[in-house]
């Protein structure tokens, strides 16, 4: 696209939004209820939006116009809530306030300066390669083995077709829900293993890997820490991953297993030797 191309569009989306000036109401909750419905994202995510709204945003500021909410206030409803919860809270205010701005209801976003938290990764249980390919998990332990060697989602493997494999590597750039689950999704793995077609439902799964105390996700951290023993740097681990936030790919790198321990110490001990 040309500068010029962008700057024209720009432009319409500038004017296209202020035309929706004189037609957004300005009472904070049907202003929500309004952008949620409004902005392009995606149908699982708008999901998301507004059973969070529901639930945490709602009944906080009821019967206040857009531009009455404070930055006092909002920090008020985020203190309470759990990390997670509050960094989603958070990013679905940060964005009804960014349209209210476009919009030229408000000047400045109270949410302007307020920090998400550390993002806080829920460390399940997990197999490691040598404990997982050891085990037999019936008709479906390729599709298992797939997941633990290439770190894909359910959601990204369950649409997967031979067009996204070649010349040794998955191409992932879709997933069940349309698009990827962000933008650092969309990526490229080394093809390890064999790929067969992955049943429409993760419960298939989920019945398979519950006997053995592990989710589907677990199988994702089975890839970190196969990256981890190889040596594969945390950055690239990343990118393999689709993980947005580098944090996250740290925050499995550093969970140690008492093995690595035991490993540690034999090293330490040969040096008084």
Known sequence: MSVLSYLIDFMQDIESRKSLKEQVPLEFNAFCAFVIGFIPIRSKTRESYESAFRCHISGAFAGKQVN?????????????????VRAKVLAILKTIFREAVLLELISVPPTLGI??????????????????????????????????????????????????IRDGRIYVNKSI????????????????GDFELF??????????????????????????????SQGIH????????????????????????????DNAGAVLRKLFD
């Open 177 to 192: 829900h349309g698009g990827t689950k962000s933008q650092s999704g969309n990526r490229v793995v080394p093809l390890v």
């Open 115 to 164: 920090q998400n938290p550390a993002p806080i990764v829920q460390m399940r249980k997990f197999l490691t390669w040598d404990e997982l390919k050891g085990k037999d998990f019936g008709r479906y332990t390729p599709q298992i083995r797939f997941l633990a060697l290439h770190g894909l989602r359910w959601g990204e493997a369950v649409v997967l077709t031979a067009d996204d």
């Open 234 to 261: 945390v950055t690239t681990a990343q990118k393999l991953m689709g993980h947005s936030d580098p944090k996250i790919t740290m925050a499995i790198y550093t969970r140690v297993l008492d093995n690595e321990i």
């Open 199 to 228: 049943p429409k439902s993760p419960k298939t799964l989920r019945k398979v890997l519950d006997p053995h105390g592990i989710h589907i996700h677990s199988l994702r951290h089975t890839y970190a820490y196969i990256l981890k």
């Open 68 to 84: 009455e909410v404070t930055k006092m206030e909002i920090q008020t409803l985020l203190a309470p809530l759990k990390p997670q």
